[in-house]
């Protein structure tokens, strides 16, 4: 198919209609009224003007209209043991693939069409994941189907939550819309997962939008993993608004899709609250991925360090923005930012942006960024110990993506990636021979 | 131990190196039979790290004449990586530092690469983890340091260590040690000379590169040579160590 970018969103918003509670309707109008009127981002806005969307507009994205049946086997690659589950199929709810024994009292994991009624829901969907100047989020808040609902009361979970979002379309290029709505009571705790795989090499547009939300004291690890397959389209937005001494702990990985985009704006909206970014890119061939971050301080004494790495092969091309925010009277904000970078390629590329907006004095606020190769002494120094190169450099790719991926709080998920990346980079992805 | 019948494992011939454009080495003459120990001395700038290295295969370096026979092989056309595997080690004058690789990982890969090379089994990390035990006594060292990232936050004595371990994993026929006993105190230095000691056999052999004969109270070399301007100027036995140590090095320097 070779659509203009015009047909290509025309054909995004032939999406569904849906019977939707009192509540949800008019926001869904409205939604979909943005959308139209904001269509696609161009080069001229400045957070776009680096993402290349054209491999994206030469698709026409179809609705979902119909539901593969997925086994547990089809998934089991995928799968967190021991955690709370919650798998959605082609942006559909799939009971019969989910787990929520563990979920306990006080913790609600659930699909969000379930919940309509609950005045968490109603209270906080689409509150936070603005859509006013955001076409991608507009077209996910107007045609969204399902979603998941994960409303952590007090205490803490007994089990990490898994949302794990599988694409299975290969006959028609589908536009899936997941959506994720957290909600962390005052003092509540818990470590949930976010999840984006494909099944097979379906051209596929995953359009996400995520919303947590952290009362007083809360704490919440949120991992994302986006391990789309290579051929499919990925947009993601989340937005976190965190209260007086809560502590976000984000570690965002993007390996998969053709072009893929991850927006993380967390707003610290509550004196002490304390947010940690950690991110990573690795990427290959010709692949896309962009990640832009906003860290808010608008209350004093707020904390945040943010850790981020790219690590581009083949033709890749990665982008990290990352802003940070100081807002009139956010006093004692501390503030740390590093933007870490190694390119395996001579065609890869790697753009960073730290960017600092500061309306306050009595702040500190670092950032730094680094861009580099493959360390000469340290290869060299592997090879004379018997490694090829291939293998000495796949290590070294290796342990630069470890620091990374040690974050995350579930060592099954950990080891799972970490072999993930290396059969990668065997392959012809990330570090191998054929570029 | 000398033995004129013992096999050559080294044999180096009128060697020529360079590094950006500049002659270091200028006729280098070299020849290492199994059993021996051999120590090359010299002043700083004489050349004799920069032979380590080309002998390892930096890349920064480039031969620009001479040959060197390594067990039957002609150590110039291989990779560092097929030298390694050949049987000959460098032990780094400056140990690398490599955040997120951890030690025992990296031992047991480089195990591994040196088992399929000789036709054997790989152990998989619950039968390496038993062999890594009996190996870090050459070195006396801590099991802790085997969960940790290769060489990072650890003392100049223990890098160094570090890299008498990986000679004992990988055992090599040919060890050249790089200034192994350069910011060493004395205890790291007995360790260090013992745990290469214990590693000495008739089938194989160790060319120390040092600047002070401290090194040789502990390894007791069969030969001693001097190198200066790129050539070594002058071969004798340990007693040499013992006349550089009294006299310097300058009366050679006239002499050559």
Redesign the interface.
């Known amino acids: 198919m070779n659509l203009t970018k015009e047909q290509c969103f025309e054909q995004l918003l032939l999406g569904k209609s849906f019977k939707s509670e009192s509540w949800l309707g008019p926001i869904r109008d409205k939604a979909g009224a943005r959308a139209q009127a904001l269509n696609f981002p161009t080069a001229r806005q400045d957070d776009w003007r680096l993402t290349d969307l054209s491999p994206l507009f030469q698709y026409g994205f179809h609705p979902v209209d119909s539901y593969a049946s997925v086994t547990l086997a089809d998934i089991d690659s995928l799968l967190i043991p021991g955690s709370i589950r919650l798998v959605f199929v082609d942006g559909c709810y799939a009971s019969p693939l989910s787990d929520l024994k563990q979920a306990g009292a006080g913790v609600t994991v659930s699909s969000l069409l379930d919940r309509y009624g609950d005045a968490q829901v109603e209270a906080n969907f689409a509150q936070h994941a603005l859509f006013d100047q955001d076409a991608f989020a507009a077209l996910n808040t107007r045609f969204f189907e399902d979603g998941a609902f994960v409303h952590v009361a007090g205490g803490e979970a007994a089990a990490p939550i898994h949302i794990l979002n599988v694409a299975t379309k290969r006959d028609t290029s589908s536009a899936i819309y997941p959506r994720c709505l957290v909600v962390m009571a005052a003092n509540s705790r818990a470590t949930i997962i976010e999840d984006y795989a494909g099944l097979n090499d379906g051209i596929n547009f995953s359009n996400a939008v995520t919303e947590v939300v952290l009362k007083d004291d809360a704490q919440l690890q949120h991992v994302r993993v986006q391990r789309e397959e290579k051929s499919a389209f990925h947009i993601g937005h989340c937005s976190v608004i965190a209260a007086r001494g809560s502590v976000y702990t984000s570690t965002a990985l993007a390996f998969g899709a053709r072009v893929s985009r991850h927006d993380l704006h967390v707003t610290l909206r509550g004196e002490g609250a304390e947010a940690t970014l950690n991110g990573l890119a690795l990427i290959g061939g010709r692949q896309i991925a962009d990640t832009h971050t906003r860290i808010d301080h608008a209350s004093p004494r707020c904390v945040s360090r943010q850790l981020h790495k790219c690590i581009a092969d083949g033709s890749a091309h990665a982008i990290f923005s990352g802003k940070i925010m100081v807002r009139e009277g956010a006093s004692g904000t501390d503030s740390a930012q590093s933007s870490r970078n190694l390119l395996l390629s001579g065609k890869a590329h790697i753009d960073t942006q730290p960017q600092l907006e500061i309306f306050n004095d009595d702040v500190s606020c670092k950032h730094g960024a680094t861009i580099g190769q493959i360390d000469a002494d340290a290869l060299f120094f592997l090879k004379s110990r018997g490694l090829t190169e291939e293998r000495a450099r796949n290590l070294l790719t290796h342990a630069f993506a470890a620091e990374i991926i040690d974050k995350i709080p579930v060592p099954s998920l950990v080891e799972a990636l970490g072999r993930t990346i290396l059969e990668r980079m065997n392959g012809d992805h990330v570090g191998g021979v054929s570029r | 131990m000398i033995n004129n019948g013992s096999k050559v494992l080294l044999e180096v011939k009128n060697l020529k190196a360079e590094v950006a454009g500049v002659e270091i080495l200028k006729g280098v003459n070299l020849t290492v039979r199994a059993g021996e120990v051999h120590a090359i001395m010299g002043i700083n700038g004489s050349g004799k790290s920069t032979f380590s290295k080309v002998l390892?295969?930096?890349?920064d370096y480039t031969v620009t004449g001479g040959s060197a026979m390594f067990e039957g092989k002609e150590l110039f056309t291989l990779?560092?990586?097929e030298?390694?595997?050949a049987g000959l080690?460098?032990a780094?004058q400056y140990?690398?530092e490599?955040?997120?690789?951890s030690n025992s990982a990296?031992l047991r890969?480089?195990y591994n690469?040196?088992q399929t090379?000789r036709g054997l089994e790989e152990l998989d990390p619950l039968e390496f983890d038993d062999l890594i035990q009996e190996k870090i006594k050459v070195v006396e060292m801590d099991p802790s340091f085997l969960g940790r990232?290769v060489n990072e936050g650890f003392s100049g004595g223990e890098k160094k260590r570090n890299e008498i371990l990986?000679m004992a994993v990988?055992e090599p026929r040919l060890a050249i040690l790089d200034e192994t006993d350069s910011g060493l105190d004395i205890d790291a230095l007995r360790i260090v000379a013992n745990g290469v000691n214990s590693l000495l056999t008739p089938d194989n052999a160790v060319v120390m590169v040092t600047h002070y004969q401290r090194l040789l109270n502990y390894i007791v070399p069969d030969f001693v040579h001097v190198m200066d301007a790129g050539r070594i100027v002058r071969t004798g036995g340990k007693e040499l160590a013992l006349e550089l140590e009294a006299r310097g090095y300058d009366w050679l320097r006239a002499a050559a």
């Not at chain 2, 390892?56 to 890349?59: S, T, V």
Request: glycine share 8%; aromatic share 8%; hydrophobic share 45%.
């Open positions: 390892a295969g930096h890349p990779e560092p990586e030298r390694a595997r080690f460098l780094f140990p690398v490599i955040p997120g690789v990296l890969l480089a690469t040196m090379e990232s990986q990988l």
